[in-house]
C-alpha cells in the first residue's frame, strides 16, 4: 500500500514567518499535487508537479518535487491570516492511477 | 458555472436508518468520485465513475455502503444502516480531463453524523 505522510500535522505561526510542510513517502508516484483546504470547503488544486526535482512558484508557495519523486515539500514565504487552513498532498499511484492523500497539515496564520 | 453540487450539505440520523447522498457533477465532466474525510483517516477515495460506468470501487468500505450514477448530471451514496463510524464528511469531485489524473474539482461536502 502506498502511503504519504506529512509533517508537521499542526503549524501555529505568526504573520510574516516563514514555514515548510513535508510530504514524504517511499514510494515512488507518477505526479503529485498540493491542495488547500478551508473550513466547510472541499479541496482546491493549488499545483502539480510532474518531474522529478520540479519547483513550482506560486506567489509566495514553492512546491518542490524530490528528485526521485517520493516526497514533495511546500514553502511559505512571508505568511499571511489568509493562508491559514488544511494543506494536503496528493500522489498519483503509478500503479492504479488514483489518487493517495496525505493526512493533511493544518496552518492557522495568526495575524 | 455552478462548480459541483453536493446535497444535503448536513445530515444527522440514527443508527440503522438509511442514508443518500447526492452530487451533481460539473457539466462535461467525464469522470466522478466519491471520497470520504476523517481526522483518523484523512481523504480516502472510495469509488469513481467514468461515463457513469462505476471503475473502481475497492474503496468502498463494506456492503452497506453502495453508489450509483444513472445519468452523466448525478450520482447518489447510500449509507444502508449508518452506523456511527460512517461519521465523516463525504465529498463529490469531478474532473475535467481525459484521464483519472487530471485535475478534480470538489463540491463543498455533506458532514454527516450518524448518533
Keep these: ?111 | 458555472d455552478a462548480g459541483v453540487i453536493q446535497s444535503p450539505r448536513h445530515e444527522v440520523t440514527e443508527m440503522g436508518q438509511e442514508v443518500t447522498l447526492r452530487c451533481k457533477p460539473i457539466s462535461g465532466h467525464d469522470y466522478l468520485f466519491w471520497y470520504r474525510q476523517t481526522m483518523m483517516r484523512g481523504l480516502e477515495l472510495l469509488i469513481y465513475f467514468n461515463n457513469n460506468v462505476p471503475i473502481d470501487d475497492s474503496g468502498m468500505p463494506e456492503d452497506r455502503f453502495s453508489a450509483k450514477m444513472p445519468n452523466a448530471s448525478f450520482s447518489t451514496l447510500k449509507i444502508q444502516p449508518s452506523e456511527p463510524r460512517d461519521s465523516a464528511v463525504y465529498f463529490c469531485a469531478s474532473n475535467t480531463g481525459t484521464k483519472v489524473s487530471d485535475t478534480q474539482y470538489f463540491g463543498p461536502g455533506t458532514r454527516l453524523t450518524v448518533l
Excluded: M
Excluded at chain 1, 509566495?60 to 526521485?68: E, H, K, P, S
Design chain 1, 1 to 111: 500500500t502506498q502511503l504519504l505522510e506529512q509533517s508537521p500535522q499542526f503549524l501555529s505561526i505568526q504573520e510574516g514567518e516563514n514555514l515548510t510542510v513535508y510530504c514524504n513517502s517511499s514510494s515512488v508516484f507518477s505526479s503529485l499535487q498540493w491542495y488547500r483546504q478551508e473550513p466547510g470547503e472541499g479541496p482546491v488544486l493549488l499545483v502539480t508537479v510532474v518531474t522529478g526535482g520540479e519547483v513550482k512558484k506560486l506567489k509566495r508557495l514553492t512546491f518542490q518535487f524530490g528528485d526521485a519523486r517520493k516526497d514533495s515539500s511546500l514553502h511559505i514565504t512571508a505568511a499571511q491570516p489568509g493562508d491559514t487552513g488544511l494543506y494536503l498532498c496528493a500522489g498519483l499511484s503509478s500503479n492504479t492511477g488514483k489518487l493517495i492523500f496525505g493526512q493533511g497539515t493544518t496552518l492557522q496564520v495568526k495575524p
